[in-house]
């Protein structure tokens, strides 16, 4: 099958942004864990010495395995055609929560109080920690890129529901 001018343009499109957001998120994604768990600390504010350190140390190996799961989801994402990609990469990246919620249970720490809608949305994440847009995780160049993802995949559906039509 050919491929119209507009598909080939919103494919490349949705190309860059997808290897934009895996370059961000695995920038930002062991930080942002790192930052997570420490916040959490310090809000919970019981934490002996020892117990702060090992949580600290222990956050910065559970960052670099969340970036390195989160990115093999993305990998994995990006890779299916544009029709079968089923979820976002924000939702993908909002899994995230896991490795920090692991290292606070691991040393003890309380659930916190969180809302109704995101303990029905995330029953799982017992300390508030799930990424709202992709900008949470320190860079706010990240969150315009799930934007431009989304509109380039719809610039390559609507090129093949109708390679007619061309974008202004």
Known sequence: MTRSPEETRHLRLLAESGDAIVAGVAREL?????????????????ADDVTRQRAERDAVTAG?????????????????????????????????????TAVLEAVGIPPVDRGDFDERMWP?????????????LGDEELAPLHFAWGMAKAG?????????????
């Open 124 to 136: 799982d994440d017992r300390y508030g920690l799930v990424i709202h847009d992709l900008g949470d």
């Open 30 to 46: 062991p930080g942002w864990v790192e930052r997570q768990v420490s916040r959490i600390l310090e809000e919970w504010g019981r």
């Open 64 to 100: 670099r395995a969340a970036a390195d799961r989160i990115g093999a989801e993305l990998h994995a994402l990006f890779a299916l055609d544009a029709a079968a990609q089923r979820v976002t990469p924000l939702q993908v990246v909002r899994g995230a929560y896991r490795e920090p």
């Open 156 to 168: 390559v559906l609507r090129a093949r529901a109708d390679p007619g039509v061309t974008d202004p």
